[in-house]
Nanobody
Framework: QVQLEESGGGLVQPGGSLSVSCLTSGFSLDQKSVGWFRQAPGKEREGLLCSTKSGGKTLYSHSVKGRFTISRDNAKNTVYLHMNNLKPEDTAVYYC???????????????????WGQGTQVTVSP
């Protein structure tokens, strides 16, 4: 079955960097778009970035522009989120999600993402 598993979260100081990974299985990653989202306590889930099978990238959140980047390695069935210059307000659970359909472009519409991982906690604190 389709599975997505995030890893790499942890505690980081403000201004630091951290990369998290989304290991996928049960489908051909090279035919799918995958997005990264986050959810902080008391806040709605926020879309961050999305990667298409063709290598295209879509930015959803202006708050991470210039600080976060997305990449993929289809051979490793893995999508990455690289976070730089982290701030306390970046503290959240980070999720990867699978866009429905085959060969479609990224969407900012959350219901278009049909499968989700369990998330990985990122805490930014002195």
């Amino acid at each position: 079955q389709v599975q997505l598993e995030e890893s790499g979260g942890g505690l980081v100081q403000p201004g630091g960097s951290l990369s998290v990974s989304c290991l996928t299985s049960g489908f051909s990653l090279d035919q799918k778009s995958v997005g990264w989202f986050r959810q902080a306590p008391g806040k709605e889930r926020e879309g961050l970035l999305c990667s298409t099978k063709s290598g295209g990238k879509t930015l959803y959140s202006h708050s991470v522009k210039g600080r976060f980047t997305i990449s993929r390695d289809n051979a490793k069935n893995t999508v990455y989120l690289h976070m730089n210059n982290l701030k306390p307000e970046d503290t959240a659970v980070y999720y990867c999600a699978l866009r429905s359909g085959t060969g479609v472009e990224c969407s900012a519409y959350e219901p278009d993402f049909e499968s989700w991982g369990q998330g990985t906690q990122v805490t930014v604190s002195p």
